[in-house]
Every structure is written in structure tokens, then in C-alpha cells.
């Protein structure tokens, strides 16, 4: 099966349209705040239209997420709901009961941790109904997860993210198997600035 991808933190109409034309499965909006990646609900809903467009013409359907770190489920699902996406990615301490009412509101939801949250949720029995997409301890800030850190990956479909790059995420995917990949700042020429040949190169190493 294609390796899934979805490019992070996109701000333009160039570069979603560049995201769907390259291939990308998902689209990432930032809607928490204080990241150089920051848009608001209503630009995320033109970026999106962008998307759903796009995707019209690809002939295939494209995933649209809102990143969001700390907010409440009622916040989330109003600034979702705004904003027209299909799925949240929760990237913050967000209890399992919101990721719940998310997911009965109609989205999917895709659960954000840094590896070593992972891995004491794990040794604590924890499970979900949620894809799980393993981070780095600071999101977006393109720090890998090493392999040190990721002592078991998990079982089933999950999605890597955290400093892949053009040059790397082929062998970040050979080393730890997930079955998606997830880049932001790996894909820029300057941080919130995505680099539309970078976004290209990303996806076709990936998939390559
Ligand atoms: O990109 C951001 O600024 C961001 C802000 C808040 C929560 C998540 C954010 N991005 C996510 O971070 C990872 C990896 O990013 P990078 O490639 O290391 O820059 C990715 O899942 C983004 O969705």
C-alpha cells in the first residue's frame, strides 16, 4: 500500500495546490496559535475550498486537518466546523473524552504525541480508536525522533512526523515502518514559509 502523506502548515493557495497536484493524501491547517504557520478559521476555509477543488480536478479525494494544541473540544469543533475540515489533529493534553466527542461531532481525529508520551501511555494499557502520529516533544519545530526514543513502534497504521525532510524520510520510513508521514518545516525555505519544490521533492522521496 502508498505510503500516506500529509504536508503540515500550509498557508497559501500555491502551495495546497502544489500539496494535491504532487500527490499529498492530507493537508495540514495550523489553527492553534502562536506558530509561524498560524491561520485563522476563515482563511483555513478558503485554503480548504483550495483543497476540495484541487482534488475535484486530481480526480480524488484530499484529507483536510486542523492542527490545534490546547484547546477545549467545544473550541475545536467551532473553529472545525468554520473552517470545513474533515479531520482534527489534536496536539496537546487533550483528554481522551475530547478526541470522543470530536470523532461523535463527525470528525476524524488524529491523536499527536511525542514519543515518550507514547510510550508511557502504552506501558499504562492505553489504547484508541483515533490514528496516532508520533512527534517530536516540540511540535513543528523539525526535531527527529530518533529511533533510541521509540523503543516499540506501534502496531497497525500510524504516522511518523517530526524533522523529516527531502533528504531523510526515506530512510525514517525504512527504519521505524509507519504507514503515513506527516513534514512541516521540512518542506520551507524559512519558517511558515513553504518552498513549493520542497513539497514536491518531499512526497516523490517518500513515496520513492
Ligand atoms: O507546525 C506547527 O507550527 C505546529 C504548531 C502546533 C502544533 C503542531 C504543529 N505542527 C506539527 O508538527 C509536526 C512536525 O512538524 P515538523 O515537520 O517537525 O516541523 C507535524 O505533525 C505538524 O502537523
Known sequence: MSLWVKICGLSTPESVETA????????????????????????????????????????????????????????????????????????????????????????????ALSAGEYAARRAAGWTSADRLLLDAAVPGSGTR???????????????????LSPANVAEAVAALGPGGVDVSSGVESMRGVKDLALIRAFIEAARG
Open 20 to 111: 494535491v497536484a504532487a500527490g499529498a493524501d492530507a493537508l495540514g491547517f495550523v489553527l492553534a496559535a502562536g506558530s509561524p504557520r498560524t491561520v485563522d478559521a476563515a482563511r483555513a476555509a478558503s485554503l480548504v475550498a483550495v483543497a476540495r477543488e484541487a482534488g475535484r480536478r486530481a480526480g480524488r479525494e484530499v484529507e483536510t486537518v486542523a492542527v490545534v494544541r490546547h484547546q477545549g473540544a467545544e473550541e475545536v469543533e467551532r473553529i472545525a466546523r468554520e473552517a470545513g475540515v474533515d479531520a482534527v489533529q489534536l496536539h496537546g493534553d487533550e483528554p481522551d473524552a475530547d478526541a470522543d466527542s470530536l470523532r461523535a461531532a463527525g470528525f476524524r481525529v488524529i491523536r
Open 145 to 163: 525522533i530518533g529511533a533510541e526514543e521509540l523503543a516499540e513502534a506501534p502496531a497497525g497504521f500510524w504516522i511518523l512526523a517530526g524533522g
